[in-house]
Protein backbone atom coordinates (compact mmCIF):
# COMPACT_ATOMS: atom_id res chain seq x y z
CA UNK A 1 0.00 0.00 0.00
CA UNK A 2 2.67 2.57 1.21
CA UNK A 3 4.97 1.32 -2.39
CA UNK A 4 2.05 2.50 -4.78
CA UNK A 5 0.57 5.47 -2.86
CA UNK A 6 2.56 8.90 -2.58
CA UNK A 7 2.74 8.73 1.46
CA UNK A 8 6.58 8.48 1.17
CA UNK A 9 6.81 11.33 -1.40
CA UNK A 10 4.24 13.20 0.24
CA UNK A 11 6.77 12.95 3.94
CA UNK A 12 9.71 14.22 2.06
CA UNK A 13 8.22 17.66 2.46
CA UNK A 14 8.81 17.05 5.93
CA UNK A 15 11.19 14.74 5.89
CA UNK A 16 13.55 15.28 3.50
CA UNK A 17 14.35 13.92 0.07
CA UNK A 18 15.04 10.34 -0.49
CA UNK A 19 12.64 8.99 2.21
CA UNK A 20 11.36 5.89 -0.30
CA UNK A 21 14.90 5.08 -0.10
CA UNK A 22 15.64 4.85 3.61
CA UNK A 23 12.61 3.65 4.20
CA UNK A 24 13.55 0.87 2.26
CA UNK A 25 17.44 0.42 3.97
CA UNK A 26 17.09 1.49 7.06
CA UNK A 27 14.07 0.02 7.85
CA UNK A 28 13.48 -2.96 5.65
CA UNK A 29 16.26 -4.02 4.16
CA UNK A 30 17.94 -3.63 8.52
CA UNK A 31 14.81 -5.66 10.21
CA UNK A 32 15.85 -8.36 7.71
CA UNK A 33 19.62 -7.92 7.77
CA UNK A 34 19.66 -7.93 11.80
CA UNK A 35 17.39 -11.31 11.62
CA UNK A 36 20.08 -12.71 9.49
CA UNK A 37 22.72 -11.76 11.82
CA UNK A 38 21.53 -14.24 14.19
CA UNK A 39 21.70 -17.79 13.59
CA UNK A 40 18.39 -19.52 13.27
CA UNK A 41 16.47 -21.31 16.13
CA UNK A 42 14.04 -23.02 13.55
CA UNK A 43 11.80 -22.66 16.64
CA UNK A 44 8.04 -22.03 16.88
CA UNK A 45 7.96 -18.63 16.33
CA UNK A 46 10.50 -18.56 13.35
CA UNK A 47 7.58 -19.28 10.44
CA UNK A 48 5.93 -16.04 11.22
CA UNK A 49 9.34 -14.85 11.06
CA UNK A 50 9.48 -16.52 7.86
CA UNK A 51 6.41 -15.11 6.40
CA UNK A 52 7.19 -11.71 7.34
CA UNK A 53 10.89 -11.62 5.37
CA UNK A 54 8.71 -13.23 1.81
CA UNK A 55 6.44 -10.53 2.09
CA UNK A 56 9.15 -7.35 2.86
CA UNK A 57 10.75 -9.58 0.19
CA UNK A 58 7.98 -9.14 -2.43
CA UNK A 59 7.75 -4.97 -1.47
CA UNK A 60 11.20 -4.20 -1.58
CA UNK A 61 11.81 -6.45 -4.95
CA UNK A 62 14.37 -8.80 -3.06
CA UNK A 63 14.55 -12.10 -4.12
CA UNK A 64 17.50 -13.09 -1.37
CA UNK A 65 15.04 -12.32 1.31
CA UNK A 66 12.15 -14.59 -0.27
CA UNK A 67 14.67 -17.15 -0.77
CA UNK A 68 15.97 -16.94 2.64
CA UNK A 69 12.85 -17.80 4.15
CA UNK A 70 11.73 -20.38 2.02
CA UNK A 71 14.77 -22.26 2.55
CA UNK A 72 14.90 -21.86 6.21
CA UNK A 73 11.32 -22.89 6.42
CA UNK A 74 12.33 -26.17 4.23
CA UNK A 75 15.27 -26.70 6.93
CA UNK A 76 12.35 -26.09 9.92
CA UNK A 77 10.21 -28.80 8.25
CA UNK A 78 12.62 -31.42 7.91
CA UNK A 79 13.99 -30.93 11.15
CA UNK A 80 11.70 -30.03 13.66
CA UNK A 81 8.15 -31.92 12.61
CA UNK A 82 7.93 -35.63 14.24
CA UNK A 83 7.73 -38.55 11.63
CA UNK A 84 3.68 -38.45 12.05
CA UNK A 85 3.82 -34.54 11.10
CA UNK A 86 3.61 -33.05 14.72
CA UNK A 87 5.51 -30.32 15.77
CA UNK A 88 8.75 -31.45 18.06
CA UNK A 89 7.48 -30.29 21.38
CA UNK A 90 4.19 -31.57 21.59
CA UNK A 91 2.07 -28.93 22.47
CA UNK A 92 -1.28 -28.78 20.58
CA UNK A 93 -0.75 -24.62 20.84
CA UNK A 94 2.75 -24.84 19.24
CA UNK A 95 1.78 -27.35 16.65
CA UNK A 96 -1.33 -24.93 15.97
CA UNK A 97 1.60 -21.86 16.28
CA UNK A 98 3.91 -23.11 13.33
CA UNK A 99 1.19 -24.96 11.10
CA UNK A 100 -0.80 -21.57 11.31
CA UNK A 101 2.10 -19.58 10.58
CA UNK A 102 3.71 -22.27 7.86
CA UNK A 103 0.10 -21.54 6.06
CA UNK A 104 0.80 -17.67 6.17
CA UNK A 105 3.86 -18.40 4.72
CA UNK A 106 2.46 -20.30 1.95
CA UNK A 107 0.21 -17.39 0.88
CA UNK A 108 2.88 -14.67 1.49
CA UNK A 109 5.01 -17.10 -1.59
CA UNK A 110 1.42 -17.90 -3.38
CA UNK A 111 2.87 -16.98 -7.38
CA UNK A 112 5.91 -15.40 -6.46
CA UNK A 113 8.16 -15.56 -9.53
CA UNK A 114 11.73 -14.24 -9.30
CA UNK A 115 12.37 -11.23 -11.04
CA UNK A 116 14.22 -12.23 -14.87
CA UNK A 117 17.44 -10.87 -13.73
CA UNK A 118 17.70 -12.91 -10.67
Known sequence: ??????ALER???M???GIR?????????FSYESVKAWPDAYDNMMPYTYA???VA???????????????HARTL?????????????????YHNQ??????DLDTAVKDYTDPPEW
Open 21 to 29: QKFEDDLIR
Open 98 to 103: VVTSMT
Open 15 to 17: IGT
Open 1 to 6: MIAKGD
Open 77 to 93: MNTNFTQDGWWKEGSPD
Open 52 to 54: TMV
Open 57 to 71: GRVDGQPDMVHYAVD
Open 11 to 13: MSA
